[in-house]
């Protein structure tokens, strides 16, 4: 019975992979080509999600950074595959009511960064818990991943690998822990913001045509998969030497298959490349790697490091100009149920009047 007057709240950080999924071998399900492993990120880079079932609403109504969406994919194309987990979600739990779905995000809007991880994470989480459902790690991470790819590794803490799968209906595609966030707690991730707005194209339509069209791409997936064990060892040695260079290597390889993709994707600007040449600049200057840059499907840089070498990485970006904004996270430990409180939903429904407390 879903209409229990309650408002379930869980939030989840986002992860930024250290050897990218980039082309699918099933659009419709989401399964990429390759596995992928990454690094959960930590309450910097989060999104809230708050969930309540209610016989007072008369339709499913999300709201985004205070926003209403309509979850027709019209202004947010992952909206339609929101509501595909919710009706999917509402049959498995025989839950008839709909649902309000509050989202926040720990990072401002006009950051430029993608919040579908995170969001996707603590929706599932949310609804789980809402829904008394009981999934366990597989089954959530194979229905976040339907929603966005990516978001399946940040159903778990630390370091998580999406194995590719062969399966064809996806039930062997989800993602697994490699260490949780207390193995290499040093590590960290400093996001450096250099433009906010929103891409020409959309990682969906990448992951369809650039395995489609670029002849670079068929040489990918066997180079991600070999990354993908050369990352997981060097994360369980905590051998940075080896995790550095594997990193830097696999986002320049996806951003060339993305450029030899017809229509070409640029995703990288000259503010991304000159974050680059620093980052290579202070290695070169330590006799050793300190830093990785990698870039997802935009220009703002992500650089790992460890927090001995947090200063001097802020200090070899310092001179590049152009940079709107540095986010710093740490390794997050994952979703995280943060309690449930009775959800006063007015007839119209137009939200919680009262804030879910901490469990
Ligand atoms: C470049 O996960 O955003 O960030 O499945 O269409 O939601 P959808 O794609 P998405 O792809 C982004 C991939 C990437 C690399 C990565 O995070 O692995």
């Known amino acids: 019975m879903a209409d229990s007057n309650k408002i379930f709240t869980a939030a989840a950080g986002s992860n930024i992979a250290f050897i990218k999924y980039w082309g699918r071998r099933d659009d419709a399900l989401?399964?990429?080509?390759?596995?992928?492993?990454?690094?959960?990120?930590?309450?910097?880079?989060?999104?809230?999600?708050?969930?309540?079932?209610?016989?007072?609403?008369?339709?499913?109504?999300?709201?985004?950074?205070?926003?209403?969406?309509?979850?027709?994919?019209?202004?947010?194309?992952?909206?339609?595959?929101?509501?595909?987990?919710?009706?999917?979600?509402?049959?498995?739990?025989?839950a008839k009511e709909h649902v309000l779905i509050v989202s926040e995000n720990s990072f401002p809007s006009s950051a430029g960064m993608a919040s579908s991880a995170s969001g996707a994470a603590a929706l599932v989480t949310a609804l789980d818990a809402a829904l008394g459902m009981g999934m366990d790690e597989r089954g959530k991470s194979i229905l976040t991943r339907q929603i966005s790819g990516s978001a399946c590794r940040s159903v778990q803490?630390?370091?998580?690998?999406?194995?590719?799968?062969?399966?064809?209906?996806?039930?062997?595609?989800?993602?697994?822990?490699?260490?949780?966030?207390?193995?290499?707690?040093e590590l960290m991730d400093i996001i450096a913001v250099v433009d906010a707005s929103k891409k020409r194209v959309s990682s969906s339509e990448g992951h369809s045509s650039t395995p489609k069209t670029s002849p670079l791409y068929a040489a990918r997936p066997a180079f991600a998969e070999r990354g993908v064990g050369v990352v997981e060892k060097a994360l369980v040695a905590r051998d940075f030497q080896t995790l550095a260079e594997a990193i830097m290597r696999d986002s320049n390889n996806m951003h060339a298959t993305m450029l030899d993709t017809w229509k070409p994707i640029m995703y990288l600007?000259?503010?991304?490349?000159?974050?680059?040449?620093?980052?290579?600049?202070?290695?070169?200057?330590?006799?050793?790697?300190?830093?990785?840059?990698?870039?997802?499907?935009?220009?703002?840089?992500?650089?790992?490091?460890?927090?001995?070498?947090?200063?001097?990485?802020?200090?070899?970006?310092?001179?590049?100009?152009?940079?709107?904004?540095?986010i710093e996270s740490g390794v997050g430990a994952g979703p995280e149920l943060l309690g449930e409180a009775e959800a006063l939903i007015d007839a119209a429904g137009l939200g919680p009047k009262r804030p879910p407390r901490k469990a």
């Open 157 to 185: 803490g630390g370091f998580v690998k999406w194995n590719r799968g062969v399966e064809k209906d996806g039930a062997d595609s989800y993602a697994v822990q490699v260490a949780d966030e207390r193995h290499w707690p």
């Open 30 to 94: 989401n399964l990429p080509a390759n596995s992928s492993i990454s690094m959960t990120l930590d309450s910097a880079v989060s999104t809230r999600t708050s969930v309540a079932f209610s016989r007072k609403l008369d339709r499913d109504r999300l709201y985004i950074n205070g926003e209403e969406e309509q979850l027709d994919g019209s202004a947010n194309e992952k909206t339609v595959f929101m509501k595909r987990i919710l009706d999917h979600v509402r049959s498995v739990a025989k």
């Open 269 to 326: 600007n000259d503010k991304s490349r000159e974050i680059m040449y620093a980052v290579e600049d202070l290695n070169s200057r330590k006799r050793g790697y300190v830093a990785a840059y990698t870039f997802d499907a935009g220009p703002n840089a992500h650089l790992i490091t460890t927090r001995e070498h947090r200063k001097e990485v802020l200090g070899a970006i310092d001179a590049v100009s152009g940079i709107s904004r540095v």
